[in-house]
């Protein structure tokens, strides 16, 4: 397994820019990537999907069809979350989290910037911005953007349902 995923990688490294968010599972046999590329003689969409790459093969893992209402007049619609980025995944191999992207068109682009596209989906529930998971799942590290374009690092600790800027714990990311 470990000569095909150097095979894959050094295949990729003319064309790095096409693949983000490598993660693999502890013993790596279990690759998550995202790429906006299609597989060869499919018709998936072309924009961020998640990918799973094993002995047996590359699947798709995630992805979500876009949707986006009409523009109307001088407004600023925003799509639904279809950009799969960025795999969180747990030691053993299973994605656990990822992040969801939603884009934005219209008249005023100004009005775009002033939200957050960016959120993490873990199961059911997502968390603003994109984010970091811990090796052993139990914090999520989430930086997301206000309004006022500043910065806010926010800490989730899954085992207490506490979260915040500043949670008790020792976490690493």
Same mark, same amino acid.
């Given at each position: 397994m470990r000569a095909i995923l150097i095979a894959f990688v050094a295949?990729?490294?003319?064309?790095?820019?096409?693949?983000?968010?490598?993660?693999?599972?502890?013993?790596?046999e279990v690759v998550y990537?995202?790429?906006?590329?299609?597989?060869?003689?499919?018709?998936?969409?072309q924009h961020a999907k998640i990918f799973r790459a094993t002995e047996e093969g590359i699947s798709v893992a995630v992805s979500v069809e876009r949707n986006e209402p009409p523009?109307?007049?001088?407004?600023?619609?925003f799509s639904n979350y279809y950009l799969a980025a960025n795999p969180k995944v747990d030691a053993g191999g299973r994605l656990v989290a990822y992040d969801e992207g939603s884009t934005c068109r219209g008249a005023s682009l100004?009005?775009?910037?002033?939200? /957050?596209?960016?959120?993490? =989906?873990? *199961?059911d529930r997502v968390f603003p911005g /994109?984010?970091?998971?811990? =090796?052993? *799942?139990?914090f999520l590290g989430s930086l997301s953007v206000s309004s006022r374009q500043s910065r806010q690092l926010v800490v989730?600790?899954?085992?207490?349902?506490?979260?915040g800027p500043r949670i008790p714990g020792n976490y690493t990311f």
């Open positions: 295949g990729a490294l003319p064309v790095a820019a096409q693949f983000d968010g490598l993660a693999t599972s502890a013993n790596g990537f995202s790429t906006s590329l299609r597989q060869t003689g499919t018709d998936q969409p523009l109307v007049g001088s407004s600023v619609v100004i009005a775009c910037i002033a939200y /957050t596209w960016w959120r993490t =989906r873990i *199961g /994109t984010g970091t998971l811990s =090796r052993n *799942g139990r989730t600790d899954f085992l207490t349902n506490q979260s």
